[in-house]
């Protein structure tokens, strides 16, 4: 089993930037986070494999920058030009497999 442990959220101002760190326990196949505002389903924003391909959601691309340090397992998001609409729950996933695992997220609240 893979432990998640996420930070570095908190409230910024529009155009601010943000980056957010999850450290995982184990060694993982693909990692990435996705985000969940009130009254919305969760979705992806970006991920990256352990051969560093990455995959961004339409809405973040040329802001957001995800990042992996296979040494330390640990996957990063640098949220740049940040916008009141990203604001949300962001939750780290690692893919090992068959298996899906979830950090217990971290809030990110940008105010205009």
């Known amino acids: 089993q893979v432990q998640l442990v996420e930070s570095g959220g908190g409230s910024v101002q529009a155009g601010g930037s943000l980056r957010l760190s999850c450290a995982a326990s184990?060694?993982?196949?693909?990692m990435g986070w996705y985000r969940q505002a009130p009254g919305m389903q969760r979705e992806l924003v970006a991920m990256?494999?352990?051969?560093?391909?990455?995959n961004y959601a339409d809405s973040v691309k040329g802001r957001f920058t995800i990042s992996k340090d296979n040494n330390k397992n640990t996957v990063y998001l640098q949220m740049n030009s940040l916008k009141p609409e990203d604001t949300a729950v962001y939750y780290c996933n690692a893919n090992l497999g068959a298996f899906d695992y979830w950090g217990q997220g971290t809030q990110v609240t940008v105010s205009s």
């Open positions: 990256i494999t352990s051969g560093r391909s990455t």
């Open positions: 184990g060694m993982t196949f693909r």
